[in-house]
C-alpha cells in the first residue's frame, strides 16, 4: 500500500514542518514497497533509525506548535504521540533479538501503516486546518 504524496491540504506552509511529514511519508512509501518485493528485512534497520529521529524531532517541533496556538485537543495529540513512541522504542530495543528481521518489519509496517492513516492523515490534518485558520 503506497501512500500518495501530501495534498495541499496537509501542508502548513511552514518548511521545516512540511519537509518533515513530507519525509515520513516517503519513508513509509520506501518502506511499503520493500516489503511488497519481500525485502522489507533489508531496510527495516534504516526504518527503526529515521522513526527514533522523527519521534524525537518531529513530535517536539509538533508539540511546541500546538502550544503556542493553544490548540484544544493538544493532550490527547500528545498521548497518542507519546503512544507510538513506546511502540517505536520497543521495537528498537528488540532489534538485536529477533531471529527474523522480516518478522519484526512486519510487525513495524502494521504500527507504521495505521499511524499514517489514524494520526498523520486524521489527527495531524486536523491541527494543521486548526492552525492555518488561525494563521490565514
Ligand atoms: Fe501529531
Known amino acids: 500500500m503506497t501512500i500518495p504524496l501530501l495534498d ?3 501542508k502548513l506552509g511552514e518548511t521545516t514542518f512540511d519537509e518533515q511529514n513530507q519525509e515520513l511519508i516517503d519513508t513509509f512509501n520506501m518502506f511499503s514497497k520493500a516489503c511488497q518485493e519481500g525485502e522489507c528485512g533489508d531496510v527495516i534497520f534504516n526504518v527503526l533509525k529515521y522513526l527514533n529521529r522523527y ?39 528488540s532489534l538485536a533479538h529477533y531471529e527474523s528481521l522480516e518478522d519484526l518489519a512486519i510487525k513495524v509496517y ?17 491541527m494543521i486546518r486548526y492552525v492555518k485558520l488561525r494563521t490565514g
Do not use: C, T
Open 8 to 10: 495541499g491540504s496537509q
Open 55 to 93: 519521534v524525537s524531532e518531529h513530535f517536539s517541533y509538533e508539540e511546541a506548535l500546538m502550544q503556542v496556538f493553544k490548540y484544544p485537543r493538544l493532550e490527547a495529540h500528545k498521548d497518542e504521540h507519546a503512544r507510538f513512541k513506546e511502540d517505536v522504542e520497543k521495537y528498537s530495543e
Open 110 to 126: 502494521r504500527v507504521f501503516l495505521k499511524w499514517v492513516i489514524n494520526h498523520v492523515r486524521k489527527e495531524d490534518k486536523d
